[in-house]
């Protein structure tokens, strides 16, 4: 029998058996090699939903993962026991959204480790072979992880579309925030400025290439007299609209890509009126793997330096705990179901 972290309701984080579903034709099954603790699913711990997303029944969270295959897939050109990630954004691939290029916004989507899916805190898991993406061989099930979320920093600076030597501002030093960091890095923009209320998320945002960290959108207000022309805001507050507003320039562009406790932001109209600012939500990713996995390839961007803590199964319910009390020193919990130290079979 294998076990899996079940969400039964805010605040109430469970292991418990799990019984695995037979597969059907087109899917594979995998043994989890690690999964990610995402900010969403710690919205799903807190908050029991996410706007109209919200927990009906006890279900298995966790959408950003890797694994080993259990079987050989020629048509991938993979063996058994080859470390794969799996893209967890299944798009119906024929509506009008996703013809257009924009899979991230199909109406249709099945996406795994979202209510009322399954994810992949547990030890195997059933995955559409379509979602099975190869990874170099190199990596570690953390590596192959990392993908999910830095393909969302990818998109997000894909709609930002920052210009050469652009100053930038970053409100929130979050798992993702420090990932769009590092990718706005690699584009060639001037100056970032960022954000975050912990001191150790600072610290490491200065590490990873930040030319300022404050604690909050005043201490950039100060570093700059009218605001900057791009702000990217990657908090969980529902303040963050509000500040990415206080932070940008007249006619600067913002890209939201947090997702506020509660479900709504805060936000003064006339403050964003007058400015005239261009504002894109962020909504996960597009067709990002090939470049997410180029990037770690070429170590152009660490993702293991913004992973802080490793867990065993057992320990889901006390990693989401934790992140929920904000404790400091965690910024990316990755949960490894068949331990830390496992490796490929
Ligand atoms: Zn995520
Ligand atoms: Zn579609």
Redesign the pocket.
């Known amino acids: 029998m294998s076990h899996a972290v079940f969400l039964h309701a805010a605040g109430d984080a469970r292991v418990a058996p799990f019984n695995l579903r037979e597969g059907v034709p087109g899917e594979t099954l995998i043994d989890v090699a690690a999964v990610g603790l995402?900010?969403?699913d710690l919205h799903y711990y807190k908050d029991g939903g996410i706007g109209s997303a919200v927990i009906a029944a006890p279900f298995v969270p966790g959408?950003?993962f890797s694994g080993w295959l259990t079987e050989d897939l020629p048509a991938l050109g993979l063996a058994r026991g080859s470390l794969v990630a799996v893209d967890p954004n299944q798009a119906c691939g024929h509506c009008e959204h996703c013809r257009a290029g924009h899979p991230n916004l199909c109406p249709e989507v099945v996406f795994i480790g979202a209510p009322p899916n399954d994810g992949a805190m547990t030890e195997r898991i059933w995955v559409p072979t379509s979602q099975i993406v190869p990874v170099p061989q190199h990596f570690t099930p953390s590596d192959a992880v990392m993908l999910?979320?830095l393909g969302?920093a990818i998109h997000a600076v894909d709609l930002a579309k920052p210009r050469l030597l652009e100053r930038v501002a970053l409100l929130g030093c979050g798992p993702i925030g420090l990932l769009i960091l590092q990718v706005l890095r690699t584009v060639g923009v001037g100056e970032i400025l960022v954000c975050d209320p912990q001191p150790h998320r600072r610290a490491l945002a200065l590490k990873l290439g930040a030319s300022k960290a404050g604690e909050s959108v005043a201490d950039i207000a100060k570093w700059t007299d009218e605001g900057l022309p791009l702000v990217i805001e990657a908090t969980n507050a529902p303040e963050g609209f509000r500040d990415a507003v206080r932070a940008a320039r007249i006619g600067g562009r913002i890209v939201l890509v947090g997702i506020p406790d509660g479900d709504s932001y805060v936000i003064p109209a006339a403050e964003a009126r007058r400015r005239g600012l261009t504002i894109k939500f962020s909504r996960r990713m597009g067709h990002v793997y090939p470049r997410a996995i180029e990037l770690v390839a070429l170590g152009k961007v660490d993702v293991e330096a913004v992973v802080s803590h490793r867990f065993g199964l057992d320990e889901g319910p006390e990693a989401f705990r934790r992140h929920a009390a904000n404790e400091a020193g965690m910024v990316k919990s990755l949960i490894y179901p068949s331990g830390p130290a496992a490796r490929r079979r």
Do not use: F
């Open positions: 995402c900010g969403s959408h950003e999910e979320p969302v």
